[in-house]
């Protein structure tokens, strides 16, 4: 019979064999490691400018307050309705979460919830309060059994997410994530790299694929697809918009992950696919699509803001000039006014002019014309411009109304 430690041995080796040879310490995509490099550089100093400036860590403050708001909803969503798995509760998926959770040398073991999914395919793994939760969706488990390869490289892709601590990385890094293209890249690694955990997680790599396969064409895909040619829709469906809508997505491509999980069941690395050069371009000015990992919002926000420099000086010298004139109008009428008064009752020069005279002649009060800038109007004697405490005299606003198109014209050019 063999020993023990012979049996060990075999088992390690044939797992090596069916996951690729992968090992812990390469689990992690590269690229994950660069991206989140360059994203700590841009945060760290974006965290500092907040510090600085009082404000925008006061607005951040709000914004996460919020966030941990939403985060606890779901978890108390998640203690009420779904299905806490323990004890009793579910055996064969708990024995299977304990057994994922150990290969992958996770020590504190998150809670895990199935919830009823109304047909969606899914997990997804949250934080809140400095604990873990893992959460299947039912379908999955009707899908596939709870004590599946598939199931495994599930819980092994959510149980990635903890072990990177990509929870937490996200919100420290939210400031560089923000940078165009960086988050959407940084995301799709980080996905990439929870691939190879389930990946490593499965029995079996065949497991894994399967259970790629499913997400991408539904539960009948179990028994109809093959990974190969789906697979080579990556490689083969190239082109502009393939190219744009893959720099945009915060997740890589269904068909791409499908050909990573081959290529890693094969023992190779997957070379990555030619993108068209002017996807890049547009992708820089595009907000994220579904999923995306928050890339491009700050190059919307600074066109957004270049736009309103440009607009609200235009759009205050219009409203001044528009206010200069409704005055102008409101002080001519009370200077002609002032003058039929002043040829009815023979005033002469510098004589002064009752505002009761000049409301005859207005047919109102003068009380009652009033300024767009709430100034107040004085008659003046015979011979004086009328005036308002706002715009000045008759005479001055006149001239500043004729001055301000000229301004505008000359910046125009």
Not at 6 to 15: M, V
Not at 133 to 145: P, Q
Not at 216 to 234: E, N
Not at 380 to 396: F, I, R, T, W
Request: glycine content about 8%; charged content about 15%.
């Amino acid at each position: 019979m063999l020993s023990a430690i012979q049996i060990a041995l075999r088992q390690q080796t044939e797992e090596a064999q069916m996951n690729g040879s992968l090992t812990l310490s390469d689990l992690t995509e590269p690229r994950e490691t660069t991206y989140f490099r360059v994203a700590l550089v841009i945060s760290i100093l974006a965290w500092l400018l907040c510090v600085v400036t009082i404000t925008p860590i006061i607005i951040a403050g709000i914004m996460g307050l919020f966030l941990w708001l939403g985060n606890g909803l779901l978890v108390a969503q998640l203690k009420a309705d779904a299905v806490k798995i323990e004890g009793d509760q579910l055996p064969e998926l708990a024995a299977t979460f304990a057994r994922v959770c150990e290969k992958l040398q996770i020590q504190t073991i998150p809670d895990l919830y199935v919830l009823q999914s109304g047909g969606m395919l899914n997990a997804f793994a949250t934080r809140h309060s400095g604990r873990n939760f893992v959460v299947v969706y039912s379908e999955l488990l009707d899908t596939y059994g709870p004590d599946s390869a598939e199931i495994e490289f599930l819980l092994g892709h959510e149980l990635g997410h903890i072990k990177r601590n990509h929870l937490l990385k996200h919100l420290f890094l939210a400031p560089g994530l923000l940078f165009p293209l960086l988050g959407s890249a940084y995301s799709r690694s980080c996905e990439a790299s929870c691939d190879r955990h389930g990946f490593y997680a499965a029995r079996q790599s065949q497991g894994a694929l399967n259970a790629m396969l499913v997400l991408a064409g539904g539960k009948q895909a179990k028994s109809t697809m093959t990974p190969a040619p789906f697979a080579s829709q990556y490689a083969n469906e190239r082109g502009f918009f393939v190219s744009w809508y893959e720099l945009i997505s915060g997740y890589p491509t269904t068909s791409q992950r499908v050909a990573s999980l081959l290529a890693l069941s094969e023992g190779r690395r997957l070379p990555r696919a030619d993108r068209h050069p002017l996807a890049y371009l547009f992708a820089f000015f595009t907000v994220g699509g579904r999923s995306t990992g928050g890339a491009n919002v700050l190059i919307t926000v600074a066109v957004i803001g270049l736009l309103a420099a440009i607009a609200i000086p235009s759009f205050v010298k219009a409203r001044e000039a528009a206010q200069t004139t409704a005055c102008a109008n409101n002080m001519r009428m009370i200077n002609q006014a002032k003058e039929q008064a002043a040829l009815e009752h023979s005033y002469k020069a510098g004589d002064s002019v009752s505002e009761q005279d000049v409301s005859h002649y207005l047919n109102k009060r003068l009380s009652g014309m009033t300024c767009p800038k709430h100034g107040h109007y004085t008659v003046n004697p015979v011979g004086q411009d009328p005036e308002c405490s706002a715009h000045g005299s008759l005479s001055g606003a006149l001239e500043r109304r004729q001055r301000l198109p000229s301004q505008t014209s000359d910046r125009a050019r």
